[in-house]
Each structure stands twice: as structure tokens, then as C-alpha cells.
């Protein structure tokens, strides 16, 4: 067998040679015209997004054949590698298949605008580095500039795949069971499904935000760059630098603020301060929109639908939804002191114990909740799979699972806004369960088990 893998290796380097070669050998000699002479667009098509997921889907497959032929994948590690080639080639054919993509184009006109010396479009809704560090691949055109997040995303998607294992080991999850519920968790995945249709940024900012936990209190420098990076890219999380405040860990501040402030000076220098000006002009912008919209799914978007139905004025649904707002900070405080008085998700420190309830508050404390959001409940959900040990409480996290991360996106009211119920439940679930520190015993049972699968 293990000759056979060296050999099928040997052929796929063959090919892969050969493929490369006739392709720079034809467009020496014929140019682009030669070589469109050998691919064909299919209607509907993105051709660039063809040719990136195909190439990406036979790289994995050499590198699948030279793990196998070199006896890299063993009992010990056979499950989370199996799990990695599954969701990468699942969602490399899945996209594949798109044919329009979103968000990116916000960027790119983003991007542009710096580029020629304008204002950041309204459309914009970020910190300036995005767009920044986007401007330098302008000349790339459209297609050049969708080609490039789209692989960006699908490499932040596989550093998702072994974060997400590793901060639920940090949280007492078993690696086999960790895998188990990470692979589970990414096959089946609206938000996720959103953020690469989109090319959004969320799984960038999620794997910065894991980075940050994962470090933590290890190397403070790491940790407070990478969360400070992801402030920069999103915003929303600067929530969660308050569960780092309750750790009074005065070097990760200073990291943090000295990073924050360095990393906020790169735009400046390339573009001046207007971009700052231009980000604060169009998060205020946002707060009066005066509309709904069914795939925004926050309180403000809610509560402005019903205007009509009950009289009642914009000034007044404002009022009501900063009285939501703070209700829910509230909320989220006192879930989160009780979460780190019981301990309830770790041992550790009380970062661990204090962010699950942040990422609640973090998500719909937003003034525009899209459906790709949940990525950042991800944590929220997950480890409360280890607490949970009452069937009316299982009842409650499935509801709130499937009307989060498996109902499909649709524009059905009030349906679509049970993604704004969603988180709430979670959080009400943080206090019911707070004091469950110790994992229920399907979950002892599952983390002292072992699935072993024999190589040979």
C-alpha cells in the first residue's frame, strides 16, 4: 500500500508538471489566445473562481496522497485530518459554483476610492486598514481583486477549522470530540455558508480573535496585536477587550493600546486622516437608516418594521432600541459575572469564562446584524454543549441552533429574525447552566473515549 501512495504521488507530481509546462509552453508561443483555446467558460461561470477552486482542489489532493504515502496520518491524528480535507473539498465545490459574489465589491470600491484620492463610499462601514491594505491590489481589476479574497477566505476558512479545535481543547473538550463537533458544526453553516459567499471578512476576524484567546496569557504581545488587528478589520470586537480588562494584565493593555495605535497609524500615513472621518460620517449614517431589511437581523431593523403598524416615530424607535441596547449590556454583564464567579466554562482565568456572554452582546449590540454574523457566536453555542444536562434546556439550545446556524437565509417576517432570538436564548442558557462547571456525563464519557481508526 505504502508503495502504491509513493507511487500515485509520483504521478501526480508528473501530471502536475506536465500541466504547468504545456500551459507556459502554449502561452509563449499563442499568448492568452492560445491558451483559451483549451478552457472553456461555462454560462454563469466565474472562470477565475473555476480555475482557483480547481487548482486548490488538486493541490489538496497532492498533499492528501504525500501525507498518506509518508505515513504522516496515524491513529492520533486521522480524525482531524479526515475533517480537514472533508470540509476544504466540500466548500471548494461549493463555491465553485457561485456565480455573484457581495460584499468584496464594498471593498473594492472602497479600495478604489482611497486609491484616486476620494471619500470613503457610504457602503463602507469598517475601520480604514481594510481598504488600505486592499488599495495595493486595485490594479488587479475586478476579477484580480475577487480571485484573491476568495483564496484568502478559503485559507482563513482552514485556519477556522484548526483554531476552532483548539480553543475548544483549551476549553476541556477532548481533541477527538473537539473534531467531532468542528466538523459537524462547518458542514451545516448559514453564517458560514454567507461569509464566503459574500467574501467577507468574518473568518479573518474570527481566527484573529481565537489567536487571541489561544495566546493568552503566554505571550501578551501576540494576543493584544492579533485582537487589536481584528478591532481594525470589524470593529464590534473591541466588546471583548473588557474580559481582558477584568484580568488586570497591565502588559497586555499597554500591547494593546501601543498595537492598536501603531496599526491605526498605517492608514494615516498612506491616505491622511480623512479616511477616519469618512468611518465615522457613515457609522452614523447607519443609525438612521430609516428602513428594514429581513437579512438584518438586529433590534434596530426589528423594531423599525413594526413603525408603520403601531405609529410609532423613528426618533421614538431609536430611543427604544438604545433601552434594548443597554438592557442586553446589562444582561450580558450579569451573566458574565456569574459565568466567572461560578467558573463555568474554565478554570483557567476569568477571559475564558468572561467572553462566551461578550460574543452575544458583541454581535447584536450592532446597529445592521447580517445572517454571516453568527460566525461570531460560534463560542457562544459550542461550549455550552459541554454544560448543558436537562432536556428542556437541550430543547432550547437545538431551537436556537437550528434558527441560527441551519435555517436557511430567507426574507419572511418575522422568521427570519429568529436569529435575533437566538443569541438571546444562548445567553439565557450562560445563567440557567452557569453553575454547571463540570462537563454533563455524555460529554465525560465522550472526551475519555477514543476513536481510533488503524493505519496501515
Known amino acids: 500500500m505504502k508503495q502504491t501512495l509513493k507511487r500515485a504521488f509520483q504521478i501526480w507530481i508528473v501530471l502536475t508538471i506536465l500541466v504547468i509546462t504545456s500551459l507556459f509552453a502554449i502561452y509563449l508561443r499563442n499568448g492568452m489566445d492560445g491558451i483559451n483555446l483549451f478552457i472553456q467558460q461555462w454560462p454563469l461561470s466565474n472562470l477565475p473562481i473555476t480555475l482557483a477552486s480547481t487548482s486548490l482542489t488538486w493541490i489538496l489532493l497532492g498533499v492528501l496522497i504525500h501525507l498518506l504515502a509518508n505515513e504522516k496520518i496515524n491513529k ?46 457610504d457602503t463602507y462601514l469598517y475601520l480604514p486598514l481594510w481598504a488600505t491594505l486592499l488599495q495595493f491590489l486595485v490594479p488587479l481589476g475586478d476579477s484580480g481583486v475577487l480571485v484573491t479574497l476568495w483564496i484568502f477566505n478559503i485559507i482563513a476558512l482552514s485556519a477556522f477549522y484548526f483554531l476552532l479545535i483548539k480553543i475548544l481543547k483549551r476549553y476541556n473538550f477532548s481533541q477527538n470530540l473537539a473534531t467531532f463537533i468542528t466538523i459537524l458544526f462547518l458542514l451545516i453553516n448559514t ?24 495566546t493568552y496569557p503566554k505571550n501578551n504581545f501576540l494576543s493584544a496585536l492579533t485582537l487589536a488587528l481584528a478591532v481594525h478589520l470589524k470593529t464590534s470586537p473591541a466588546v471583548l477587550v473588557l474580559a481582558f480588562l477584568l484580568e488586570f494584565n497591565w ?72 433601552v434594548l441596547k443597554v438592557l442586553l449590556l446589562i444582561a450580558t454583564l450579569f451573566v458574565m459575572t456569574k459565568n466567572i464567579q461560578q467558573k463555568s466554562f474554565s478554570q483557567a482565568n476569568k477571559l475564558l469564562n468572561a467572553v462566551p456572554s461578550l460574543f452575544v452582546f458583541m454581535t447584536l449590540a450592532s446597529p445592521i446584524v447580517w445572517d454571516h454574523h453568527g460566525m461570531f457566536v460560534t463560542l457562544s453555542f459550542l461550549l455550552l454543549i459541554k454544560r448543558i444536562d436537562n432536556p428542556n434546556h ?55 473515549s477514543r476513536f481510533h481508526w488503524q493505519i496501515k
Open 394 to 448: 437541550w430543547l432550547l439550545f437545538a431551537s436556537a441552533y437550528f434558527l441560527e446556524f441551519v435555517l436557511p437565509s430567507f426574507d419572511f417576517f418575522p422568521w427570519s429574525y429568529g436569529r435575533l432570538l437566538a443569541p438571546l436564548i444562548i445567553l439565557w442558557l450562560m445563567f440557567a447552566t452557569s453553575k454547571n462547571n463540570e462537563p454533563t456525563k455524555f460529554i465525560q464519557t465522550m472526551n475519555a
Open 251 to 322: 502588559k497586555w493593555l499597554i500591547w494593546f493600546a501601543i498595537t492598536f495605535i501603531l496599526i491605526g497609524l498605517f492608514p494615516i500615513a498612506i491616505n491622511g486622516t480623512q479616511p477616519y472621518f469618512d468611518y465615522f460620517n457613515n457609522a452614523f449614517l447607519l443609525t438612521q437608516i430609516p428602513d428594514t431589511n429581513f437579512h438584518d437581523t438586529s433590534f434596530d431593523s426589528f423594531l423599525r418594521f413594526l413603525n408603520p403598524f403601531f405609529g410609532i416615530q423613528i426618533e421614538q424607535t431609536r430611543i427604544i432600541v438604545l
Open 76 to 121: 492520533d491524528n486521522v480524525w482531524i485530518t479526515a475533517g480537514f480535507f472533508l470540509i476544504l473539498f466540500l466548500y471548494l465545490n461549493i463555491f465553485r459554483e457561485r456565480f455573484r459574489y457581495g460584499d468584496y465589491h464594498y471593498y473594492l470600491e472602497a479600495a478604489t476610492a482611497l486609491a484616486n484620492g476620494q471619500t470613503l463610499p
Open 191 to 214: 453564517p458560514l455558508l454567507r461569509t464566503l459567499g459574500f467574501v467577507q471578512v468574518n473568518l479573518l476576524v474570527m481566527d484573529l480573535i481565537i489567536l487571541s484567546l489561544l
